[in-house]
């Protein structure tokens, strides 16, 4: 099975930083890899998928990057609204998998 | 506008079954898959099965082959998850999520989530 890892399992910015989140598959998945957000209480909201696509309601300072096994998310500009929890899913093969995510906190 | 709505939080005595529904609605319920996943308290998200809505072909997570099985009532766009044998280690949060694309698995559209608490 594919195992996705995360790092790092938390990160502490303020708004305006630069924010990557790694995510590393122990097996190359190619591109297919999605980010998700989600913040308390609320299920995930994609944010990328096939490593680098925007979905259309997402904001431009959301990127993805990598393909193989290393995906990097990126945040150029941290908004308040984006203090959340992050995940990566892959989806190159069953059984699908999600990393153990990354929560971004206040600095 | 799609969405997918769940049914309500359960509590469950150890041992016990649980049946989660997760109604969609808009257009083309048989187009989209439909996967299941979890979150305990303050945890992370954990795969547990997907199935098509057109023919109801599944696929589980490895951590739930035998104790768990999807369906869908494509008469009334309904997906469901039943689990049997719960235990404690069970009380979580459940997701039902649709997929962005047909055939793609990734998932735009979720439920707003249904507790289930096992405990004795």
């Known amino acids: 099975d594919i195992q996705m890892t995360q790092s790092p399992s938390t990160l502490s910015a303020s708004v305006g930083d630069r924010v990557d989140i790694t995510c590393r598959a122990n097996q190359s998945i190619s591109r297919w890899l999605a980010w998700y957000q989600q913040k308390p209480g609320k299920p995930p909201k994609v944010l990328i998928y096939?490593?680098?696509s925007l979905d259309r309601r997402v904001p431009s300072r959301f990127s993805g990057s990598g393909s193989g096994t290393e995906f990097t998310l990126t945040i150029s500009s941290l908004q308040p609204d984006d203090f959340a929890t992050y995940y990566c899913?892959?989806?190159?093969?069953?059984?699908?998998?999600f990393g153990g995510g990354t929560k971004v906190d206040i600095k | 506008q799609d969405q997918l709505v769940q049914s309500g939080p359960e509590v469950k005595k150890p041992g016990a079954s649980v049946k989660v529904s997760c109604q969609a609605s808009?257009?083309?319920?048989?187009?989209?898959?439909i996967t299941w996943v979890r979150q305990a308290p303050g945890q992370g998200l954990e795969w547990m099965g997907w199935i098509s809505t057109y023919d109801g072909k599944t696929n589980y997570a490895r951590n739930f082959q035998g104790r768990i099985t999807l369906t869908t009532d494509k008469s009334t766009t309904t997906a469901f998850l039943e689990m049997r044998s719960l235990r404690s280690d069970d009380t979580a949060v459940y997701y039902c999520a649709r997929e962005y694309k047909s055939g793609w698995l990734v998932f735009d559209y979720w439920g707003q989530g249904t507790l289930v608490t096992v405990s004795s």
């Open positions: 808009g257009d083309h319920f048989t187009t989209y898959g």
């Open positions: 096939q490593a680098s």
């Open positions: 899913q892959q989806y190159n093969e069953y059984p699908l998998a």
